[in-house]
T-cell receptor
Framework: KQEVTQIPAALSVPEGENLVLNCSFT??????LQWFRQDPGKGLTSLLL?????REQTSGRLNASLDKSSGRSTLYIAASQPGDSATYLC???????????FGPGTRLSVLP | EAQVTQNPRYLITVTGKKLTVTCSQN?????MSWYRQDPGLGLRQIYY???????DKGDVPEGYKVSRKEKRNFPLILESPSPNQTSLYFC??????????????FGDGTRLSIL
């Protein structure tokens, strides 16, 4: 059964720092992996989706990488801002099923 | 504006009183699903639907029902709610289950409290 973990559970950084959030999954057979952010009291906003055949995706200050063989993805945030403060979730879509499996999230605080 | 709309956003009710949480999307998406989010457990899928009249169980379907009579709507039904169903619920949709490389779009969530 696919399991997804995220490290660290929480992270606090000063504004301007570059940072990396980690996501690990146990079964390397996936269709895709998606990163989301969740603001308190809000739903999830899709940030980046990486197809199983891709190694990375970029959007603005965000870059997500995927290494299927090692079961890992990273989300790189450049020049962090207080507005980046949120919980970041990764989710994988298994190869032979429709169930999306989510990690527990990393709670990020960017201090001004 | 493309969106997934859930109602109600907040509900406090009592054990055993049937309730329905509605979900509607305006993007003509085929795939819709329901999740619950609990502290320490993350998001877990309850049910999903690959198209009209096609539904299937997710990881935690016990105590829930769904229906997909129309493409845009995917209501979540709790026939006899119990306190362990107190949670934050999210509805999500994506363009096509056949093309799995489509991002999911989420509603803003429904916070249910079952007393």
């Amino acid at each position: 059964k696919q399991e997804v973990t995220q490290i660290p559970a929480a992270l606090s950084v000063p504004e301007g720092e570059n940072l990396v959030l980690n996501c690990s999954f146990t079964d390397s057979a996936i269709y895709n992996l998606q990163w989301f952010r969740q603001d308190p009291g809000k739903g999830l906003t899709s940030l980046l989706l990486i197809q199983s055949s891709q190694r990375e995706q970029t959007s603005g200050r965000l870059n997500a990488s995927l290494d299927k063989s090692s079961g890992r993805s990273t989300l790189y945030i450049a020049a962090s801002q207080p507005g980046d403060s949120a919980t970041y979730l990764c989710a994988v879509r298994p190869y032979y099923g429709q169930n999306f499996v989510f990690g527990p999230g990393t709670r990020l605080s960017v201090l001004p | 504006e493309a969106q997934v709309t859930q109602n109600p956003r907040y509900l406090i009710t009592v054990t055993g009183k049937k309730l329905t949480v509605t979900c509607s999307q305006n993007m003509n998406h085929e795939y819709m699903s329901w999740y619950r989010q609990d502290p320490g457990l993350g998001l877990r899928q309850i049910y999903y639907s690959m198209n009209v009249e096609v539904t299937d169980k997710g990881d935690v379907p016990e105590g829930y029902k769904v229906s997909r009579k129309e493409k845009r709507n995917f209501p979540l039904i709790l026939e006899s709610p119990s306190p362990n169903q107190t949670s934050l619920y999210f509805c999500a949709s994506s363009l096509s289950s056949g093309d799995s490389n489509q991002p999911q779009h989420f509603g803003d969530g429904t916070r249910l409290s079952i007393l």
